[in-house]
């Protein structure tokens, strides 16, 4: 049942050599698609359309390692079943999520050392999410069939390995357990769906509306995500409720925004190949794309996964409970007739979303104002994404008005911005060294920070480098350029979970800086008359006031909201309607940041760490 004899099972992972097919092209295997992109090693590999390896180009290379990083594993109809039924023994709660008691229990019929099963789990689980669902599962099982075979247990390996003809695992004393384990007719039915997606906690979706949320107790709690989501409702919501934090910063989370899928957003001058870039990574182009050397993307679209390729309208898409865009409503009908969503069957959307902008208005364009805020908008979206692209080409180095305001709205998210110049095969090696140099120098103007910004130099498109004008060592440079660029692209979903702690903790802070500013404000409003003058002078003394909440709760003063923002927010309301500080509040909120989250990192790590 658990496959051939080692010696066997070794001779079939080694690679094969393509085989050539009619027109001087190639049949791309896995294995060999591998070898040919070692360097861009990921957790699993597709098999790629057939191409001409004759003379392969940089830009084949950096889209199809990308989408084969992404891909889906690949098992035969038969190993799915056989991992399906082995999948359910081990999720010992059904809850379609495999955490460490479950792991160490099951993955120790295996015989391999502690050491060995860390690893195993470190690349099946290189999302952090603390747990495995069935596709990680799948990985492991694999990675541990070839720690059998003696094989290192390497990311490199599993793509060298052909998957299909791979065996699972030997696991000792599992037919026995099985044999006693025998699930109902029905269950084993709808596991025989490969493709299906585990089910998820049936409470994880009534936490966010039911109104007995706080009874949760922590044992249903399977991941990560699911604990920020219990602390969230039972912890910082009622902090931000009570001061009004959702009117001033951003507004109340919802169970989408933390199931969403990275995101990333590409901001540029018009013509600077933000869609281009876009369809550079996908392969083809997506629904509603236009490209073209005028302003041809008039709104912001959200490129994502879906069942078939559609459009969907900003006001539509704004009040689905599954979309992490509910918040957007805040801008109005203006905004959301020029915000859609493109959806599209992709394996790189499964991981990733993108998000298409406007270019931005140089010039005398600056002069037509927007009908909504296009600066808010790009400031709510860089809360939203992991990753922000500013795309420059080398004959649009200006940094207009509107340009410096959209840089300065993305204040406190410098860890996400990179810096692309693209197009840059259209100068030479001399002219490139020179627009360099003169992006640096106008980037440093705006940025405001010592540290110099990672620029991306390359041509991210479908034509092949200019190799005429730059040269060979500029088409080496670029190649090694689009390769760290895809190495960024390739974390994004590995630093997923990370990045959404990261966010709520800076959330948390914001929310109790706010609260102190707040609560400090109606302390200084009197009982009874002039209240009207006396909120006129704090909101005209806003900085003074900011200052004293500083000294007195001894606060970093990075952390404080913009001044201008929040005195045009405060100006709507009556400062004497706020409520006072409430310790308890503070306190529950500093309780969780210094145990709870802690603790709920240290109880979904690696299983073989503690």
Not at 379 to 390: G, R, T
Not at 511 to 533: E, V
Request: charged share 25%; net charge neutral; hydrophobic share 35%.
């Amino acid at each position: 049942m658990f496959g051939p004899p080692v010696e066997e099972r070794r001779t079939k992972l080694e690679p094969q050599p393509p085989k050539r097919k009619k027109g001087g092209q190639f049949e791309c295997s896995s294995s060999h698609n591998a070898s040919i992109l070692r360097s861009h090693s990921g957790p699993r590999f597709l098999r790629p359309p057939a191409h001409d390896l004759s003379d392969p180009s940089p830009q084949f290379v950096f889209k199809t390692c990308l989408i084969m990083d992404f891909g889906s594993y690949s098992i035969s109809k038969e190993q799915a079943k056989i991992y399906q039924e082995w999948f359910s023994f081990a999720d010992s709660d059904g809850d379609g999520r495999i955490t460490g008691t479950d792991a160490i229990n099951f993955f120790g019929m295996s015989k391999l050392s502690r050491p060995d099963l860390k690893q195993v789990w470190a690349i099946a689980d290189s999302k952090r999410q603390g747990f495995l669902g069935f596709r990680e599962f799948v990985t492991a099982m694999q990675l541990v069939a070839l720690a059998q075979a003696g094989n290192e247990i390497t990311q490199d390996a599993l793509a060298l390995a052909d998957l299909e003809k791979l065996n699972p695992p030997m696991m000792e004393g599992l037919d026995v357990l099985l044999s006693r384990h025998k699930p109902s007719a029905k269950k084993a039915d709808s596991e025989l769906d490969v493709n299906s997606k585990p089910p998820s906690p049936p409470s994880t979706f009534q936490w966010f509306s039911s109104k007995s949320a706080k009874k949760i107790p922590l044992s249903s709690v399977t991941s990560i995500i699911d604990g920020l989501k219990r602390l969230y409702i039972e912890k910082l919501k009622p902090l931000e409720v009570t001061y009004r934090f959702n009117d001033f910063a951003s507004p109340l989370l919802t169970n989408s925004d933390f199931d969403a899928k990275p995101m990333v957003m590409l901001l540029g001058q018009y013509s600077t190949g933000k869609t281009t870039f876009i369809k550079h990574l996908l392969k083809s182009s997506y629904p509603g794309a236009h490209i073209g050397p005028e302003p041809t993307t008039d709104r912001f679209v959200v490129v994502m996964t879906g069942p078939d390729e559609r459009t969907i309208p900003g006001n539509t898409i704004a009040v689905q409970a599954d979309m992490p865009f509910s918040g957007l409503t805040t801008f109005g009908t203006a905004f959301l007739s020029k915000f859609e969503c493109s959806q599209m069957p992709h394996p790189l959307l499964e991981h990733i979303t993108f998000v298409d902008t406007p270019g931005v208005l140089s010039g005398e364009k600056q002069r037509t104002q927007r009908s909504y805020d296009f600066t808010g908008v790009t400031s709510w979206f860089a809360a939203k994404s992991d990753l922000i692209l500013l795309l420059f080409d080398p004959h649009k180095l200006d940094i207009s008005d509107e340009f410096k305001r959209v840089i300065g709205s993305l204040r406190g998210h410098d860890d996400k911005i990179r810096v692309v110049l693209n197009k840059a095969d259209q100068v030479d090696t001399q002219q490139l060294m020179r627009v360099y140099g003169a992006l640096m120098w106008s980037l440093g103007k705006v940025l405001n920070t010592p540290e110099v910004m990672r620029v991306y130099i390359g041509s991210f498109n479908d034509k092949p480098v200019n190799e005429a004008a730059v040269g060979p060592l500029g088409k080496e440079l670029f190649e090694r350029e689009q390769d760290d660029l895809l190495s960024d692209l390739k974390d994004i979903p590995k630093k997923a979970c990370d990045r959404r702690i990261n966010e709520f903790v800076k959330r948390a802070r914001s929310a109790k800086i706010h609260s102190y500013i707040i609560s400090h404000l109606k302390n200084q409003m009197p009982a009874m008359i002039g209240k009207a003058k006396t909120q006129q002078r704090l909101i005209d003394n806003l900085e003074d006031e900011f200052a004293k909440v500083q000294r007195e709760y001894h606060l970093p003063a990075g952390d404080f909201p913009n001044v201008e923002h929040f005195r045009e927010v405060l100006s709507g309301y009556s400062i004497d309607k706020f409520e006072k500080l409430k310790l308890k509040m503070i306190q529950t909120v500093d309780d969780m940041l210094g145990y709870d989250i802690p603790e709920l990192l240290r109880n979904f790590r690696n299983p073989y760490e503690r």
